[in-house]
């Protein structure tokens, strides 16, 4: 569940996410997931869901199975970081290999890593699938600015 000042400033930040201004300020903002302390970049709108904890079931999950599954975490569709978020925080020392398609959100999230001096962190640009393909990425708005995207059409 998100804390109430967490939800606050969501709330209020959402209806400036596509306005200029927030554009155009880029601020940085911090969220804390599973007891770390995170910087959460806005760029250009993206990284809103970032702020706030959700999906605690994820991270009851992660912190079961990461210990008792060595290697890599990897993450098919990084979108804007949220569970890199969650394994780092529960595991701060495994390796996370994301991969992720659209480009705005490769860049957020190797912006994030960045901005937070993650550890063992590989970001792969491609999307991963059953065969070897050029194909079409589809861009519709989602939960932030420019990062929803789908093959299908």
Not at 109 to 126: Q, R
């Amino acid at each position: 569940m998100m804390n109430p000042l967490a939800r606050a400033a969501r709330a209020a930040l959402r209806p400036l996410k596509h306005s200029r201004l927030v554009r155009a300020a880029n601020p940085t903002l911090s969220t804390t997931v599973a007891g770390r302390r995170y910087r959460i970049l806005l760029i250009n709108g993206m990284g809103l869901v970032n702020v706030g904890m959700r999906e605690q079931w994820m991270v009851d999950v992660l912190r079961l199975l990461l210990p008792v599954r060595p290697g890599a975490f990897v993450d098919i569709g990084a979108n804007v970081g949220q569970t890199l978020l969650k394994a780092k925080a529960v595991a701060p020392e495994v390796a996370y290999v994301g991969f992720e398609p659209n480009p705005a959100s490769a860049y957020y999230v190797s912006k994030l890593i960045e901005a937070n001096a993650l550890p063992s962190c590989t970001l792969v640009p491609v999307g991963v699938g059953a065969t070897t393909e050029l194909a079409a990425l589809h861009f519709y708005d989602d939960q932030d600015a420019g990062v929803g995207a789908s093959l299908a059409a």
